[in-house]
């Protein structure tokens, strides 16, 4: 199947939100997103559970409305273009329920019959995805069978049956192994790089964003907190540099000589001192030299290179990893109810 190309951004937000109403309570799950996406980009949306990633990516991909704001998908506006934005995209969803007597390989047929292919096209397409995916050894199977690492090898290549121009991944590794989710994430970069589509996933592991997207956007109760590279977004902070002393003196004497260390920032905790630096593994050498000539040696020297997670602190006050467990999700049995309008 062909579209026309388009030659703006693949995806452009304008202040689009969504609110949800249970139990009379207003849920402003994502508030204001502006956002532009351009074609061709591997793009990951990063936040904790709850902060809208999901609810963002239903939006784009046209499963429910914005209550206010707009949105287009490859050139198409997802409210009056509905139709023309789900041609253009694909999306693999949270986990598609097991239980399917069908064969892997049937499975991507059918879907793309349902994507509008010939029945012959829908096969040839079939066995060029089971090749170039590597799924021989999970196409001939029932796909209740599969494992979680196959059966998501198996949703991505659903994903990709019509050629879309824009491919919309939520959580694609969420329950996978570690080994698994290594491959799966080759898998998606092969894919990226090899298609050239517009790749958007969202995720909460931290490493994921990290390894796998050129651009993170990191949200945080239904809003755009920081937006850039990994790279970038990590060298903003500086590395760590934490040292350890004998007593809760020393370290307060160190830290007063560390003070004049330029663009750093000094923080004590008893009888350890953090000390935040550009370049702080090439500094260390430099900073013990000084501290042992002012007699107090640090006992224990570590150097941390920023993560992502240091990124969500700095920019939010609580850690990813925290925020993760501490916020749980609404209750399920009430989301359904306001879904059924959309
Ligand atoms: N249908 C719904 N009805 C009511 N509230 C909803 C509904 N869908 C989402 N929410 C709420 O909107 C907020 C954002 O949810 P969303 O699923 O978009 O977050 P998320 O970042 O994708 O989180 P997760 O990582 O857990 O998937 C949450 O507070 C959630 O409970």
Redo the contacts with the bound molecule.
Sequence with gaps: MTHHQHSGPAIVTRGLTRH???RKQT?E??QGLDLEIGQGELVA?L????????????MLTTL?PPTSGSASVAGHDVVTGQRDVRHAIGFVG?GNGAGHRQLGRDELVSQGRAHGLSRADAHRRAAQLVEDLDLAAVADRKVSSLSGGQRRRLDIAMGLVHLPRVLFL??PSTGLDPQNRANLQQLIQRLHAESGSTVVL?T?YLEEADALAGRVIV?DH?RVIADDTAARLKSGLGDLVRLGFGSAADAARAAARLERVPDSRVDVDETSVDLRVKDGSTLVGEVLADLAADGVPPTRVEVARPTLDDVFLDLTGRSLREAQSTES??DES??????VAA
């Design positions: 949800f109403t249970s849920v799950a994502v949306f936040g904790p559970n709850g902060a809208g990633k999901s609810t963002t990516l239903r429910i949270q939520d959580e969202t909460h949200v239904g999700p609404t009430t989301r359904t109810e306001s879904e």
